[in-house]
């Protein structure tokens, strides 16, 4: 195996006291590394307009995360915890499935399953009510009926709880409601948040805008995968997890113009642009292409010809056009490793991941070894890490 495939050159310690397990009070005082070209200074996020450029773009998710771990309890008493992971009946479509309003069914993580053989669960929720039965316990296939005539989203945000990443080691409390949700926060479901966006306050929002900056927004419903730790020894051979995209021609036509001053906010938001542009490249190969970007698809010679982002674009919105579509669904699995050309944009808001994570795999990606020197120089800067932890903007 070629050495420079091995997972653990992204290894680095990182304590467990520097793991940020609550929000702070206020987002926007969050410690901000600024790297630009090589170059890092500190700041805090209440300076970060004053960081960026005035002709840029920021593009962000506006994924919504969905209260998607719940607790239900047999008639023994022993507690049943069902993590929801994405829709399979009677679409896959995850915005369609929050608009149900009768049953659904869904794949699941089953806590304490060997203690739910058969029958139905109910959750009472005032006058509504909402119902769990097996559709297929072999593959973890759940079947949700509710009663009341809200939706799927309505009803789980009052039954569930916010799915906390594990290793946070601790139950939700009241604040995390708010805390672990963006302030721009729009399509529910997500069971992870874009967590690069948990810094952003809506003054911070008004004065980019009064600098006249360009907002743009896409959704990547963010899923339980993207916590699961690389184990293979190549990390080439991880089982990269599936995301679904939603995305409006209004956008695409506005991230054309915007072209080469984008800067992500996060990770997902990188996951978006880069995924557009490999379905732009798909496109002008075959017009009927689905939007689907598998994790080779940017390492294989099936592409014959690579489009600049501007005319990945316009393919995008001739499909739009041709079809009579307002915005466009699909699923990416994309996989940005060391070696991935960048080809959309030029800057990176994202908060430090964990060891040995396809996130940190990204930021590699994104500034090349450069990654060492910037975390070191947070973690000798007491910067707090993960989820909750502070933030970081690249600057290619």
């Not at 940020?20 to 926007?28: G, I, Y």
């Not at 930021?363 to 990654?371: G, P």
Request: aromatic residues 10%; contains cysteine.
């Amino acid at each position: 195996m070629d050495k420079n495939f091995t997972i653990e050159q992204y290894n680095y310690d990182l304590p467990e006291e520097r793991i940020a397990k609550h929000p702070l009070q206020d987002r926007a005082q969050s410690k901000l590394l600024v790297w630009n070209h090589g170059k890092i200074k500190h700041a805090t996020f209440a300076k970060a307009p004053e960081l960026i450029s005035e002709n840029s773009m920021l593009v962000f998710n506006d994924t919504k995360v969905i209260a998607a771990r719940l607790l239900f309890h047999k008639s023994t008493g022993a507690q049943i915890e069902i993590f929801l992971l994405h829709p399979e009946l009677p679409t896959r479509d995850i915005s369609t499935s929050m608009t149900l309003q009768q049953s659904s069914v869904w794949l699941c993580m089953i806590g304490n399953k060997k203690k739910w053989k058969e029958g139905e669960l109910t959750l009472q929720l005032g006058k509504e009510s909402i119902t769990a039965s097996y559709h297929d316990r072999d593959t973890n296939l759940v079947y949700f009926e509710w009663t009341g005539g809200a939706t799927f989203a309505d009803i789980i945000n009052q039954a569930g709880e916010t799915p906390l990443p594990p290793y946070l080691k601790r139950k939700p409390v009241a604040e995390d409601t708010n805390r672990y949700q963006t302030v721009y926060s729009k399509n529910n479901g997500a069971v992870a948040a874009p967590t690069a966006g948990l810094h952003f306050t809506n003054d911070i929002l008004s004065e980019i805008k009064q600098k006249g900056i360009a907002l743009e927004y896409l959704t990547l419903h963010v899923s339980a995968g993207t916590f699961k730790p690389v184990e293979a020894a190549d990390y080439r051979d991880h089982d990269m997890h599936c995301e679904q995209i939603l995305v409006t021609k209004e956008t695409v036509k506005h991230l054309q113009r915007h072209g080469d001053r984008l800067i992500a906010v996060g990770t997902t938001s990188l996951r978006i642009l880069e995924s557009l542009y490999w379905y732009g490249c798909l496109l002008a190969q075959d017009s009927n292409a689905p939007f689907f970007i598998s994790k080779t698809l940017p390492y294989e010679n099936s592409i014959k010809k690579e489009l600049n982002f501007h005319d990945a674009l316009d393919q995008i919105i001739g499909l739009m056009d041709r079809k009579n579509l307002s915005e466009i669904h699909g699923e990416t699995e994309i996989f940005i490793y060391p070696g991935y050309q960048i080809r959309t944009a030029r800057g990176l808001f994202t908060n430090f991941h964990l060891p040995k994570s396809t996130l940190l795999l990204l930021i590699s990606a994104f500034v090349d070894d450069a990654w060492k020197d910037i975390y070191k120089e947070a973690l000798d800067n007491d910067y707090r890490f993960l989820s909750y932890g502070d933030s970081s903007l690249l600057l290619r």
